[in-house]
C-alpha cells in the first residue's frame, strides 16, 4: 500500500474526512465543469499514463459490432481475439510486477506455481456511455449528496448517472460502484460452480437471470425517483438445474438509499410452495446459490450494500493488472473456463488500468467473518475489478477476480458482473462465469415495469 500513487488524491481525501462520517456534499460547478475535459465523463482521468501503456480515453470504440446477429441470438464475439500477450506474469518473474499486482494476485500466483499465469495483453479504455448518462452525471455531480442515519446510508439527487464523479472518500466510490453504468434491463441463462478439495466441478445452481438498473430509467428526475423509493439494483432469479432445486427462485429489489429503505428479498422454495421474505440474504451467511462456496455479498463485486458493518477508507489510486475485456469466455464452455484446480489461464485476460483502492474495514462492535477487505476498482467502469479478505487474525483469506466484457449494444463495458472466489486455505468457486445458451449472453431487453420483480411475479413464476 505503501507505494501508492496518491496523485492529487491526498487532498480530497482530507477534504472528505473534514466533513464528517454523516453527510457528504456534491462539488462546486467549477470542479464539476473538468467532467468531459481532462476527465472523462464519468470521472476518469482522460489522459493515458506517462508510458503510454495506459492510453487516453477516447469515447466509445468502433469496432464493427455485429449488433444485428446479436439480437438474433449469436453468441458475443470477442473484439481483441487477434491480439496477442505483452508480457507474462508468473510465479517466477512476479517480483518484476509486485507493485501493480494485488496482494490476493500474489497469492494465487505463489500457490500454484506450476500452472497459474496472468497474461498480460494490450489495454483498451472502452467503457462509454449514451450521452444522457454523461449528461445525467453531471448533473449528479453538483446536486448528489450522501446521507447518513445510524448505520445506514445514502445517495439523494442523483439518478441516471455517476453519483459522485469526483470523490472525496471511500464511501462516495462505493456508492459510485454501486450506481456505476451497466445498461438498464438485460438477461443471462448461466451456471455457478462450487470445486472441491478433490477437484470435483459441483453445479450449484443453472439459471435464468433478469437484471435491472432502476437507477437508470431514462428520463426520470432525481425527485421522481426518490418518490419510487430509490429502488437500484433488481434481480429475479429462476432454477431449472440441479434438478431438486428446479422451480425455486429468488426476487431483490435492492436500494441506494439505505436510510429511507432497506434492501428486500424473497425466495420461493418448491418444497414449500409459497414466498417467504429472505431477510438473512446478505454479508457473510453462505451463499445457497452456490452451495455456500461463498458469503452472499462477494458476488458482483461485494460492496453494493451500506456502510452498516464496515468503515470504507479510500487509499489512493494506482496502476494494477486486473482482468479486463474477458469476452473470450462467451465462446467456451467449462472444460475451457476451469483446471482441476483453478480457472483456465488461457481463458482470462489482463490488462494494465487504474483502480481506485479502497479499503474495508469492520466496525466496532459488529460481527462479521471477514474483518478488512480491499477493493480495486476500475476507474473507468466504477466496477470492482479485485478484492481480497483477512481473516479476523489478519490472514489473507479470500481472493475474488472479477471479470468484466465489453458489450457494444449496452454501450461500454459490463463490470463486476461474474467473479471467480478463492478461499486460500479451502476450495474455490466460480459464479455467473458459464453463459451456456448463446442467445441469454447479457442479452439487452426493455426495460420491465417494477412489478416484474415482486414477490407476486416471483410465485407466478413458480414451476413446481
Keep these: 500500500m505503501s507505494r501508492i500513487k496518491h496523485h492529487a488524491l491526498a487532498a480530497c481525501v482530507a477534504a472528505g474526512a473534514a466533513l464528517g462520517a454523516n453527510l457528504a456534499a456534491a462539488v462546486g460547478e467549477a470542479e464539476a465543469a473538468r467532467l468531459g475535459k481532462e476527465l472523462t465523463p464519468l470521472g476518469a482521468e482522460r489522459a493515458g499514463n506517462k508510458d503510454g501503456s495506459i492510453p487516453e480515453w477516447k469515447g ?3 469496432l464493427g459490432a455485429p449488433l444485428d446477429k446479436l439480437k438474433a441470438g449469436d453468441r458475443r464475439w470477442d473484439p481483441y481475439a487477434a491480439e496477442k500477450p505483452l508480457y507474462t506474469v508468473t510465479a517466477a518473474n512476479m517480483a518484476q510486477y509486485a507493485d501493480k499486482l494485488s496482494d490476493g ?3 494465487l500466483l505463489q500457490k500454484y506455481p506450476e500452472t497459474m499465469k496472468l ?3 494490450p489495454t483498451h479504455r472502452n467503457h462509454c456511455a449514451p450521452e444522457w448518462v454523461y449528461q445525467a452525471t453531471a448533473k449528479n455531480a453538483v446536486n448528489a449528496k450522501r446521507v447518513a442515519g445510524g448505520d445506514n446510508d445514502g445517495v439523494e439527487g442523483a439518478v441516471n448517472g455517476i453519483p459522485f464523479p469526483i470523490p472525496k472518500d471511500g464511501a462516495e466510490v462505493r456508492w459510485n460502484t454501486n450506481f456505476r453504468w451497466r445498461g438498464e434491463s438485460f438477461e443471462s441463462k448461466l451456471r455457478h460452480f462450487s470445486m472441491t478439495s478433490a477437484g470435483d466441478r459441483v453445479l450449484g445452481t443453472q439459471d435464468l437471470q433478469y437484471n435491472q438498473f432502476e437507477a437508470y430509467r431514462k428520463g426520470m428526475s432525481p425527485q421522481e425517483y ?25 426476487v431483490a429489489r435492492d436500494s441506494t438509499n439505505y436510510v429511507e429503505r ?20 446478505g454479508w457473510d451467511t453462505p451463499d445457497f446459490v452456490n452451495s455456500g462456496a ?5 458476488v458482483f463485486g461485494s460492496p453494493y450494500t451500506s456502510q452498516e458493518r464496515y468503515e470504507y477508507k479510500l487509499a489512493g489510486k494506482k496502476e494494477m493488472l486486473i482482468p479486463y475485456n474477458n469476452n473470450k469466455v462467451f465462446g467456451l464452455k467449462e472444460d475451457g473456463i476451469y483446471l482441476k484446480d483453478h480457472h483456465n489461464p488461457d481463458a482470462i485476460r489482463w490488462e494494465l488500468h487504474r483502480v481506485w483502492v479502497l479499503e474495508a474495514t469492520l466496525k466496532p462492535g459488529k460481527r462479521h467473518a471477514v474483518s478488512k477487505r480491499v477493493f480495486y476498482v476500475d476507474e473507468d467502469t466504477w466496477g470492482t475489478a479485485l478484492f481480497d479478505g483477512w481473516d479476523p487474525s489478519g490472514k489473507l483469506w479470500r481472493v475474488s477476480l472479477s471479470l468484466n466484457y465489453y458489450l457494444p449494444d449496452m454501450p461500454g463495458v459490463m463490470s463486476s458482473y461474474s467473479d471467480i472466489l478463492y478461499v486460500l486455505d479451502g476450495s474455490w468457486s466460480s459464479r455467473n462465469t458459464v453463459f451456456y445458451e448463446p442467445g441469454y449472453q447479457l442479452k439487452a431487453v426493455a426495460m420491465k415495469p417494477d412489478s416484474v420483480f415482486t414477490p407476486d411475479a416471483l410465485s407466478g413464476r413458480g414451476v413446481r
Design 105 to 107: 494476485v500474489r497469492a
Design 60 to 62: 466509445c470504440p468502433d
Design 294 to 298: 461463498n458469503f452472499f455479498d462477494e
Design 119 to 121: 497474461d498480460v495483453y
Design 262 to 281: 432497506d434492501r428486500q428479498v424473497w425466495q420461493y422454495l418448491v418444497g414449500q410452495r409459497r414466498v417467504r421474505r429472505a431477510p438473512n440474504m
Design 226 to 250: 426518490a418518490a419510487k423509493g430509490y429502488l437500484g439494483w433488481m434481480l429475479m432469479q429462476i432454477t431449472d438445474a440441479p434438478s431438486f432445486r428446479a422451480g425455486e427462485g429468488i
